[in-house]
């Protein structure tokens, strides 16, 4: 007789990966006009990983992978879907089928990729506590992973001097809800202000030489290209320091929590001062908020997990501790969970 | 536990008792005895993104049972229509060798000032019509595509685009030509799962931006277009989604795909560090690549089997099943996977002829004409399939309106 059972989905392993080029400010200051300290005052980025010889986005996601798989002491086999959270895939059709392919998954099981930009992560657990729920999974790996040095102009110092390529991975499984590892979230976009943050598709010059539609000299049309990332960082700051606080705000409500509650503030990595104005804004105290941003940059997708595998590894965060996280970031789109680690 | 074997109407026969193994049973959604009440705790009722529960609601468990229902449709092309003979124009081919070897005749290029944000819009919209749905009750917007208008994504733009005043969430899914099945799944699992009420699920792809327009063996297959349904949250007697199977094998990877050009420093140098990588040069995606032999052979082996392993978790046999309805890349595909499940031709629904192989807007562009013209009526159960890049596929059994 079909059992209906409640359904909980816990966080049981977790791992990251880093390109071993480590470029510093001292090293950015060489190929833009900029400075060790401009760089740290203002951002909080003393260093970050830059993808470089033999290295692909893909072998990160996979070292990442297979920690996580390896923590949580778990064939790779036994999963059923693998969710690649990433804006820069190795193939225009995804990269999750490849990062399958390296983990000798023999049961076939479905990989595909979400965008979300910097908040993916959140979103891919989000996503694999939906399908853990509603879908019949059981086994989820969410990685979150992106080379955005490859989409950088690196002659803007407004914006070389912030990225860094990175990948981290959670395995999510399907539990008694008892044991429920997400306890709320929330999450939006707004596309109006899509305008502050974007790398978007440069269309062939056909476009704007000819009339409107039709006209035969449109066809065939030229490849097409994505642009270097374009950013307008006050605004970007200015919504994050809005959005963010709100968003946490929201999700502890639903979880009928307090911060006083929560162990972690674990914030996408993108700038400490962003960081330090939310925690201030919710009144999370300086040592629980998770940051490693001085030496990676913003990674994007790869920043949650791979700042809370860091915070694992060391001993700050440990089975049972609650967490607030938040990503950010292009969309614009921003959402927060309340998770609990193991 | 439950098991995961297809949700069951009072109009399907058989309800499914047997346990089956976890993996088998893990991707195909709940089974519930029909008829009985029975209480599901909906976790997402506590932790979801609800948006129409008061606070007080969202702390009590409220226990429902959670189905999704199709109740809107749409579509979109671009207004340039391209023929064979148009082709045979640039590249070396024909119209003869090109229709019967696919079945296409003329596919829509974008042009001028149309973009792929503007035809995900108008097939929104027009799904939105369809089902008399204000699109600031939008919940989610999942657009599902390999050909984004931004690196991050082009979902909040089409929610900008559609007045959504909600601030709903709204991303990308990329999974190549399975994009729009698996994002049907997604809706519903978010909506069975997740607490979201009213997802609108997009397909839209401009490979046209990536193709080799000299390269005769691609170039011929490909059009850009937009479909869009809505989704909607509901009781489990109307649900909509009665089972799905979905699967990946990054070993065929090799046969389908537009990879990304790295610099061709990592060629020039050694391993790692070396202080030449860096900075690294800007990185672009190549035309798409092809095995075209390969992917057919693939399509016809395993989009059977996963269509009946979507009716056989559903508790269904083609019998049952009004309309097959495959993702739309070539016309011996379909002819081919009809055939092995004993699927009649007037139950096939195929539009390819005019629009080419449209990537993840195939199967909700097909769904929208034969909705339009009146073939697929409300009640109508459809086997839905997509298979491609990745390589990805995957089927699900779903009841039209």
Redesign the interface.
Known sequence: ????????CKLVGCGSAV???S?SND?LSK?VDTSDEWISVRTGIRNRR??????SLKKLAVEAAQKALEMADFDPN?L?L?LMCT????????S???????LGCR???????????C?GFV?GL??A??????????NVLVIGAD?L??????TDRGT?ILFGDAAGAVLVQACD?EE?G???????????G?RH?????N?NE??EL??????AL????K????S?IQMNGKEVFRFAVRCVPQSIESAL????LVSGNVDWLLLHQANQRIIDAVATRLDFPQEKVISNLANYGNTSAASIPLALDEAIRSGKVKPGHTIAAAGF?????W?SAIIRWG
């Not at 049961?107 to 930009?117: G, K, M, R």
Request: charged residues 25%.
């Open positions: 007789m079909p059992k209906l059972v409640r359904k909980g390109p071993s080029l470029v090293d190929i830059v993808m470089s010889g033999k290295e036994d059923d693998i804006s820069t895939p190795e193939d225009i059709f995804g999750a089928p490849q990062i399958q392919r390296e049961n076939s099981p479905l990989a595909y990729d979400i965008t979300a930009a908040s979103l989000i996503s506590a939906s399908h853990i729920r509603g879908g019949g999974f059981r080379g040095s490859r989409f950088v102009d690196w070389c809800a429920d997400l306890l709320s979230f929330d999450l939006h976009s707004d596309g109006e899509g943050l974007g790398a978007p598709i269309d056909t476009d000819l009339g409107s539609n039709g006209s449109d066809f065939p049309p490849k097409s290209s994505y270097c409500e639903k979880a009928g970031g292009a969309g614009l789109t959402g």
